[in-house]
């Protein structure tokens, strides 16, 4: 997440625009998936690996990418 914020404010945007572009990026994206997902964004957001819960075995291998 720090990078992502890193790479958002280094294209000019302040603080709170960063915040408020990642917020409504994040609805965004939570309005296309299943309500089951959307617990995965939010961990996301907060800096935290995501519970991959049964797509572990599928996924496993890309759990390293949100950190």
């Not at 997440?1 to 625009?17: D, P």
């Not at 998936?33 to 991959?52: E, R, T, Y």
Request: proline share 3%; hydrophobic share 45%.
């Amino acid at each position: 997440m720090k990078e992502l914020t890193a790479r958002l404010q280094a294209l000019g945007l302040s603080e709170e625009m960063t915040e408020k572009v990642i917020f409504t990026v994040a609805e965004f994206v939570k309005g296309r998936l299943p309500s089951s997902f959307h617990g995965m964004i939010d961990d996301v957001l907060a800096g935290k690996s995501p519970d991959l819960g049964g797509l572990g075995g599928l996924l496993g291998g890309f759990k390293g990418l949100f950190k």
